[in-house]
C-alpha cells in the first residue's frame, strides 16, 4: 500500500492552506506506516520509550477526537478512544492493538474532524477547550492540529529509519 500525500497550494487562501497543509501532515503519518507489519508497527523507538509507528496512530486519533469532536463540536462527553481519562499517554502502547484497528480508530476521526472543520462557520470560530480551561479559536486548533503531526511525523520519521532504514520526507 502507498499512501499519496496531497500536494500544499503554494498561493491559496488561508483556510485551504491550512486545510491543505493539515492533509499533508495526516498523509505523512500514514505514509511512514506504508508496508510494514503489525510487529514492525509496535517496534519502540529506544528504551525507555514506549513509542511506536502503531502508538503513534492511536496517539494521533486520540488528539483528531479531542481537538475537532470535543472542543470544537462540544461534544464533551465523549470518551476517549484508548487513553484513560486525561492521560494521553496511554494510547502510546500498542500492545494487543492491530494496524486494522488502530487506523480504522485514526481514519474514523480524520473523518470527524474534516466534517466538523468543514462545517465551521470560518476560522474565527471560538469554542471552550476544556482541558486548558481557555477559549480558542479553530483557527488555532487547525495550527495546533498541524504542529502535533508534523512534531510526531518527526518521530515516525526516525523509528521508519530504523525498522528498515526507509528514510524521507
Keep these: 500500500m502507498t499512501t499519496e500525500r496531497p500536494d500544499v497550494p503554494l498561493i491559496a487562501d488561508e483556510r485551504a492552506l491550512l486545510r491543505a497543509n493539515l ?25 525507555p520509550s514506549a513509542l511506536s509507528l502503531l502508538g503513534l496512530v492511536r496517539h494521533m486519533a486520540e488528539v483528531e477526537r479531542t481537538w475537532f469532536r470535543k472542543t470544537v463540536n462540544g461534544e464533551r462527553h465523549l470518551p476517549n478512544v484508548w487513553s ?6 496511554t494510547a502510546y502502547d500498542p500492545t494487543g492493538c492491530t ?7 485514526w481514519r474514523t476521526e480524520v473523518e470527524h474532524s474534516r466534517r466538523i472543520e468543514h462545517a465551521a462557520p470560518s476560522l474565527d470560530l471560538v469554542v471552550h477547550q476544556p482541558r486548558w ?16 503531526y508534523a512534531r510526531h511525523n518527526g518521530h515516525a520519521d526516525l523509528i521508519r ?3 528498515d532504514g526507509t528514510v524521507g520526507a
Design 23 to 47: 492533509d499533508y501532515h495526516r498523509a505523512t503519518l500514514a505514509w511512514k506506516c506504508d508496508d510494514l507489519s503489525d510487529d514492525d508497527l509496535r517496534m519502540q523507538a529506544s528504551k
Design 133 to 148: 480551561n481557555e477559549n480558542v479559536s479553530l483557527r488555532f486548533v487547525m495550527l495546533h492540529m498541524i504542529h502535533e
Design 161 to 163: 529509519e530504523a525498522i
Design 84 to 89: 484513560h481519562a486525561d492521560d494521553y499517554q
Design 99 to 105: 494496524r486494522d484497528e488502530a487506523f480504522t480508530a
